[in-house]
């Protein structure tokens, strides 16, 4: 539940009989939008020197990782019930090794011109980015973790700029 100035707001996302519904934003003014989101996966070493060495049964993982999280950011009203359709501007991901972890890193940015923000597909993206890092690379490592799934932030919309605290 949403708190303004000390009242819990009505949650917008629950229909009267207690049901989920789609929000209506048509009244809502369209705006500039930009979300910003972050996971990883760790792993092995040796699946992270395989992954970077190219030589993996399945193919090239990171290029193909970075072409699914933008695939599922723009397919992501399929996907997550309440989310409305969005008219992507911009998509990107970027998976990077991480030999600290060890494992690959994974950031997305979505962009849009919408009356809803784009959280959710920003996410979407990260998501499934590593999903099939793990597809790919579960030959080597079999217990490859995703974790830290998270958005960043946000810009646009009646909240206007917002970062994650720390």
């Known amino acids: 539940m949403k708190v303004v100035r ?3 707001a009505k949650l917008t996302h629950v229909g009267p009989g207690g049901e989920a519904r789609m929000v209506d934003i048509s009244a809502k003014p369209v705006t500039s939008r930009e979300a910003r989101a972050r996971g990883s996966v760790t792993m092995s070493t040796a699946a992270l020197d395989a992954i970077v060495r190219g030589n993996l049964p399945k193919g090239e993982v ?3 990782a970075r072409i699914a999280g933008i695939q599922a950011a723009k ?4 996907l997550i019930p309440m989310c409305h359709p969005l008219a992507l501007t911009m998509v990107d991901v970027v998976c990077r090794p991480d030999t600290a972890l060890p494992g690959i890193q994974i950031e997305s940015v979505v962009r849009c011109e919408a009356r809803t923000g784009a959280e959710m597909e920003a996410l979407t993206a990260v998501a499934v980015a590593a999903l099939t890092i793990v597809d790919m690379a579960k030959s080597v490592d079999r217990w490859m973790t995703i974790g830290a ?3 960043v932030a946000k810009r646009g919309g009646k909240s206007g700029d917002l970062h994650r605290p720390g």
């Open 6 to 8: 000390g009242k819990a």
């Open 62 to 64: 990171i290029g193909t």
């Open 75 to 78: 397919r992501t009203s399929e």
């Open 149 to 151: 799934i998270e958005l």
